[in-house]
């Protein structure tokens, strides 16, 4: 079936760097999301973007936080500059429409992100 | 805001046996929720397993089914006898804003013996 694939699985950086999530959604996907699970806790939504745009964000998505996808290529989440706080998996969604909140997102493997 | 609570693993049980996984909502910011059981298999990502958009309604998948219930606002997840192929881990989600996004449970891990 259709999907999405994360890079890297794993990423360790110093507190204070940048870091660049990236995720190659489903080819024909227009809607793209990023998620964001603290071991052990729920995953929790952050941002969904579609015609480059952010469409949503929660209050997880700080001012550090942004995304893009240039001339579609990757999606991709930055954070600059990382805080302790934000160690989590980092999961990746698309989805071909929007319509009206029931359809159905296809999910990448997650990056792990360890921020020391 | 909005919120999902289901049953905490890790759940095992052995093959043949009926498995349910327990699943509320409470939806403040939706006036008609959507709801959805997604799974993750070993090695795989996250997939929708079954959606039920109307209360009510009753969404089946692989065996599994769970029936949207409005007066107790639940959504279990029910299957009669398990595989060992069953063993995952089972993430019920409320969903239907316009841009949806999805309010996850916990995850529940079934280990399934053979």
């Known amino acids: 079936g259709p999907k999405v694939l994360q890079i890297p699985s794993h990423q360790i950086i110093d507190m204070g760097q940048m870091v660049t999530l990236n995720c190659d959604p489903v080819s024909n996907h227009l809607y793209f999301y990023w998620y964001k699970q603290i071991l052990g806790q729920q995953m929790e939504f952050l941002v969904n973007?579609?015609?480059?745009?952010?469409?949503?964000k929660s209050k997880l998505f700080k001012d550090q936080f942004s995304v893009e996808r240039p001339d579609g290529s990757y999606f991709t989440l930055k954070i600059q500059p990382t805080a302790l706080e934000d160690s989590a998996v980092y999961f990746c969604?698309?989805?071909?429409?929007?319509?009206?909140?029931?359809?159905?997102?296809?999910f990448g493997h997650g990056t792990k992100l360890s921020v020391l | 805001g909005d919120s999902v609570t289901q049953t905490e693993g890790p759940v095992t049980v052995s093959e043949s046996e009926s498995l349910i996984i327990n699943c509320t909502y409470s939806?403040?910011?939706?006036?008609?929720?959507?709801l959805f059981w997604y799974v993750r298999y070993p090695g795989e990502g996250l997939q929708l397993l079954l959606k039920?958009?109307?209360?009510?309604q009753k969404g089946s998948s692989r065996g599994f089914e769970a029936t949207y219930n409005k007066e107790t606002t639940s959504f279990h997840l029910q299957k009669a006898s398990v595989q060992e192929s069953d063993s995952a881990v089972y993430y019920c989600?409320?969903?239907?804003?316009?841009?949806?996004?999805?309010?996850f449970g916990i995850g529940t891990r079934v280990l399934v013996r053979p």
């Open positions: 989600a409320l969903g239907g804003s316009a841009g949806n996004k999805l309010t």
């Open positions: 039920v958009i109307t209360a009510g």
């Open positions: 973007f579609y015609n480059g745009k952010v469409m949503e």
């Open positions: 969604a698309s989805s071909l429409a929007r319509t009206g909140g029931n359809e159905r997102l296809f």
């Open positions: 939806a403040t910011s939706i006036a008609y929720p959507n």
